[in-house]
């Protein structure tokens, strides 16, 4: 005899199996759309190095759009300008596909 998922929960005194936990608690946070994109931030943040990512900080990324952080307006017009896209084909080579099409730069506030 099979016992369903319900029963086996109230079996187990409603106590649930740690990776669902988890897996609730990142898609209840949206922390588990952060995640995914994880290799995303981390190739922008190894190709830009370890000063320039500190002041260009990737928050966001949605389709296909990397959303950058900028602490001073000379780094946004910097990177808005001129090395941006060169920074932006960088990345995708680092993550071997093209997952970022467009990288936006905001003035950190």
Known sequence: MSRSRKDYEAYRGGVHRAGDAVRDFLRSSGLGAKLKDYPIYEAWRVVLGPDLSRRARAVDFRRGELIVEVESAAHHHELANFTGERYR??????????AVRMVTFKLKR
């Open 89 to 98: 084909q960088l990345t995708n080579q680092h993550l071997r596909r093209e």
